[in-house]
């Protein structure tokens, strides 16, 4: 009789490889004159680089420094390559470059002539991690330069690979379907940011991002709130309410872990307080005295960035393994945001945290041009019922690429699945038309030759956009733009 093998362990690990042909070799980063070790990789995904640049950019505290052409490598382990921090400090003064410490040991700057880059660098038993950004300029912050010291004691810790929030519609706490679905906007031109918004509109008179060549930069739901795309976070308001939600920025676990700061005065401290000039601080914590029962909530007095007014403020933090999210909304007064967020501070069921889910655009015809791509990963490991013994993995992992152009798409779906070691693969394609509606794609020719509708729309993040789209056959994706 066949043993019975019981499932043990089983998790979800959502890959940021969307194209493993975008995490190609590399020899040299050019931009620094630097060669680097055999087996050196440069990571070209969108969200290894988004995830890169929020790192950097949390460095940066002068609002006139900008940073840019953020690239990402991946080098082998010191021990294997010999390549550690003095080598790195001695090839890049051969190159010329001026090494100015930070505050973060595994920050620096680097300056030569007009050029000035930011660099993080952090190597483990595993890999050495490198991201590297152009500056626009020197900060004033920088520190005098180093004398042939490593830009930091390089720690040995690394930054999560970056996880992408979860598509709005699937918030526990979405609105219900005629309020989540937001009324079609105006034609593109009537909320062009080069133009003032009707003198009866709610869209908020607020600077608001340059155009990024997608069509759809507000959305107006049916439910009153209005929300627009700006630089670091979307703005979403009604009448008087103001909800901002940031970009995704990233969780540094080694921050919080046995430090004894708690990565929501972390938050407060480092992200609102310098943006909104706070002027108090208090929690809303029911006399709960286990700092990790504790909401991630802090709330106080400040000012609004754009008119300067004295307002109430709540922060909320959600915290995936490697990424976090602030929620943070603005008030009139303390009154006002109790009864707009009546549970702002529940610890699982946040109506602040909610309002993630008014992170959503409109699709123009045209914005899709271009291919799509995402991808997921499972694996489960399974032992001996009676012995115990370890009997293997399996995994299943899927790749799906959307290309669209016009009004015509192709599809294509690749997959492995199987013991580890023993893998069956296999390849789906579907050609056919598309009709894009502001939040509908319809594709023929699809599985039996069947038309399918996805409800469809953007997810703003820093620097671009995901494409969410679902079925009622199940198909869900999370997709981004790789060309």
Request: hydrophobic content about 35%; aromatic content about 12%.
């Amino acid at each position: 009789m066949k043993s019975c093998l019981l499932m043990l362990l089983s998790f979800f690990i959502p890959l940021i490889a969307y194209a493993q042909k975008n995490v190609i070799p590399a020899n040299q980063i050019t931009a620094l004159n630097l060669k680097l070790p055999n087996g050196s990789k440069q990571d070209k995904r969108f969200l290894s680089t988004v995830a890169a640049a929020s790192l950097l950019e949390t460095e940066v505290n002068d609002p006139s420094v900008s940073i840019s052409e953020v690239e990402v490598y991946t080098l082998p382990p010191t021990t294997q390559s010999g390549f550690d921090a003095e080598v790195l400090v001695g090839e890049l003064e051969k190159s010329g470059f001026e090494i100015l410490p930070t505050n973060d040991n595994r920050i620096a700057w680097l300056v030569k002539g007009q050029n000035a880059f930011l660099i993080f660098i952090s190597m483990d038993n595993d890999e050495t991690n490198f991201y590297i950004g152009r500056s626009n300029k020197i900060p004033k912050t920088a520190q005098t330069p180093s004398t042939g010291q490593a830009p930091s004691n390089v720690t040995h810790s690394t930054i999560p690979a970056y996880i992408p929030p979860l598509p709005p519609s699937r918030s526990k706490t979405s609105p219900p379907m005629s309020q989540q679905v937001p009324a079609p906007n105006p034609p593109a031109k009537s909320h062009s940011p080069s133009q003032n918004p009707p003198s009866n509109s709610s869209v908020p008179k607020t600077p608001v991002a340059p155009f990024t060549g997608f069509q759809f930069t507000t959305s107006n739901f049916d439910d009153g709130w209005v929300s627009t795309i700006h630089p670091d976070w979307v703005l979403v308001q009604k009448g008087e309410t103001k909800v901002y939600l940031f970009f995704v920025l990233p969780y540094q676990s080694e921050i919080f872990d046995g430090t004894g700061v708690m990565d929501r005065d972390f938050y407060w401290d480092n992200h609102v307080a310098p943006i909104f000039k706070t002027t108090s601080k208090s929690y809303q914590d029911a006399g709960e005295f286990i700092s990790s029962f504790k909401p991630k909530y802090v709330e106080g007095w400040g000012q609004d960035p754009q008119t300067g007014e004295r307002r109430f403020f709540g922060m909320y933090l959600t915290v995936s393994p490697n990424a976090v999210m602030l929620t943070m909304a603005s008030t009139l007064d303390e009154n006002g945001l109790r009864q707009q967020f009546p549970i702002a501070a529940d610890r699982w069921t946040s109506d602040l945290a909610a309002m993630s889910r008014y992170n959503k655009f409109a699709i123009g015809p045209n914005d899709l041009n271009g291919t799509w791509q995402s991808g997921g990963s499972q694996m489960t490991q399974w032992y001996n019922e009676v012995t115990g013994a370890y009997a293997g993995a399996t995994v299943a992992a899927t790749i799906a690429t959307f290309n669209f152009s016009g009004n015509t798409y192709t599809r294509i779906h690749n997959g492995a699945t199987g013991f580890i070691g023993a893998m069956n693969t296999f390849q789906q394609e579907f050609k056919g038309a598309t009709k894009i509606k502001e939040w509908n794609i319809s594709m023929t020719n699809r599985f039996e030759g069947k038309t399918h509708d996805f409800n469809a729309h953007f997810q703003t993040v820093k620097g671009g956009r995901l494409l969410y789209l679902n079925n009622q056959t199940g198909e869900e994706y999370l997709l981004v733009k790789i060309k």
